[in-house]
């Protein structure tokens, strides 16, 4: 009668550890068809140049990037970079991109500030900023000389910039005020420099906050281009 009693619990006992695998394997096939389901959307392996603007911890805004070769700025590939870079600049309506910025390590910067953006800023802060407009600007392999080192709270001042623009041809720029500035930021993104290396400590702030507390805690953070 024992041995009946041992082997029906075996019995059970094995019985049940089938029913858990059989409901372990079952799960793991509806979460992987979950997966699956929320991932069929995306795009498949996306490639560089991106059309979103790469974030602080990725390893490409951490290296130095590399010439452009003169007789590849007309090709396909160098275009498409200057094309993203000027799509990136109106779709997150920035002045200033740099190409690691969108996933390539090549030295090419695009700036832009049109007169129409003049009416988005109050007259104080432009002034302040010293800001100007400027047209759609490329410069690849840029070398910058400045030509004031006095130093204020905003640490650029006047830079003369010069390069190669889309089209192969020697550009010069001088510039001051908030358009040396942007330069030097873009010139630091291809040196594998970002703003938080050189930013006076403790000056640190979200624009979001509020908005983090009045949601508490709950808020969601698009890093694609503006819609």
């Known amino acids: 009668m024992i041995r009946n009693v041992k082997t029906a619990c075996l019995l059970l006992t094995k019985e049940n550890m089938s029913l858990h695998k059989h409901a372990s394997k079952r799960s793991f096939t509806l979460k992987k068809i979950a997966h699956m389901y929320r991932t069929f959307w995306l795009p498949k392996n996306p490639k ?109 001042s006047c ?25 030097q930021h873009e010139m630091d993104h291809l040196d594998g420099k970002i703003y938080v290396d050189s930013m006076v400590k403790g000056t640190l702030e979200f624009p979001l906050w509020q908005k983090i507390n009045y949601h508490s805690g709950r808020l969601y953070l698009l890093y694609s281009p503006h819609k």
């Not at 090549?106 to 007169?115: D, G, H, K, M, T």
């Not at 830079?159 to 330069?183: P, T």
């Open 48 to 156: 560089p140049p991106y059309d979103h603007i790469c974030q602080i911890g990725d390893p490409v805004l951490r290296n130095k990037a590399e010439l452009v070769k003169p007789d590849d700025i007309k090709s396909e590939k160098i275009q498409l970079v200057i094309k993203k870079l000027r799509k990136a600049l109106k779709g997150y309506d920035a002045a200033g991109v740099a190409a690691p910025q969108i996933g390539v390590p090549l030295r090419i910067f695009a700036v832009e500030f049109p007169e129409f953006k003049k009416k988005e800023i109050n007259k104080e802060t432009y002034e302040l900023w010293e800001m100007s407009t400027f047209p759609f600007k490329v410069f690849i392999n840029p070398e910058i000389k400045v030509v004031d080192y006095k130093k204020i709270v905003f640490p650029e």
């Open 159 to 183: 830079e003369s910039v010069k390069g190669l623009n889309e089209n192969g041809e020697k550009v010069e720029w001088s510039c001051r005020g908030w358009a040396a500035r942007i330069c």
